[in-house]
């Protein structure tokens, strides 16, 4: 079974709206970490955020923030006022095993969804 | 504060040939990884350190690919002999501790074996 799955090849948008980009994760460990990443053209990836099975509080940073459902075993990235500049490759990735010895360092990651943000 | 550094950021090579692919971490970090993006199979994990020691190298393909890690701001990747199939771009990556530390990556080198 995939790891990480993300159903979303492609999506568009219109520059200032709202975006929800799905991500869910198979892992029977109780403690992991749920990461995105962008890829934009260039090629380089870069962290957006982070979002620990044990916190409480969705993560958010500036116009990201995470949609966490631990029960259904989501992570959705949820981009704000979208913006040209966010056009680019998005990566959902999970760090199974944090905490334990040895454990938490493989990061696994999806397929990524495509984003269009048009005029 | 500089990030992971790369190079050469892209290598066109004929098969056969061999093929070394330089990354220098961030400073302080002491995981360092390598991954490998193609169409076909996405983002692979091929091998990390910790502490420049090799801990997990299930994902390196096969034999043709070895890493090194002589110091804490230096690692290798090499191929060899390189064939039209590792046509990649190959990421490292560096964090500072495992678990919930993010991994920076590279810039990447986008490898083209002809």
């Known amino acids: 079974a995939q790891k990480i799955t993300q159903t979303q090849p492609g999506m568009f948008v219109q520059e200032k709206e709202a975006v929800t980009l799905d991500c869910t994760y198979d892992t029977s460990d109780q403690s992991y970490g749920l990461f995105w990443y962008k890829q934009p053209s260039s090629g380089e990836m870069i962290f957006l955020i982070y979002?620990?099975?044990?916190?409480?509080q969705n993560a958010t940073e500036g116009r990201y923030s995470l949609n966490f459902q631990k029960a259904r075993k989501s992570a959705n990235l949820v981009i704000s006022a979208s913006q040209l500049g966010d056009s680019a490759m998005y990566f959902c990735a999970m760090r199974e095993g944090i905490g334990l010895t040895g454990g938490g360092n493989k990061l696994t990651f999806g397929t990524g969804t495509q984003l269009k943000v048009e005029l | 504060d500089a990030g992971v550094i790369q190079s050469p950021r892209h290598e066109v090579t004929e098969m056969g040939q061999e093929v070394t692919l330089r990354c220098k971490p961030i400073?302080?970090?002491?995981?360092l990884f390598w991954y490998r993006q193609t169409m076909m199979r996405g983002l692979e994990l091929l091998i990390y350190?910790?502490?420049?020691?090799?801990?997990?190298d299930s994902g390196m393909p096969e034999d043709r690919f070895s890493a090194k890690m002589p110091n804490a701001s230096f690692s290798t990747l090499k191929i060899q002999p390189s064939e039209p199939r590792d046509s990649a771009v190959y990421f490292c990556?560096?964090?500072?501790?495992?678990?919930?530390?993010?991994?920076?990556f590279g810039p990447g080198t986008r490898l083209l074996v002809l």
């Open positions: 990556a560096s964090s500072r501790g495992q678990g919930a530390e993010t991994q920076y």
């Open positions: 350190f910790n502490n420049n020691v090799p801990i997990d």
């Open positions: 979002q620990g099975s044990y916190d409480e």
């Open positions: 400073s302080g970090h002491d995981y």
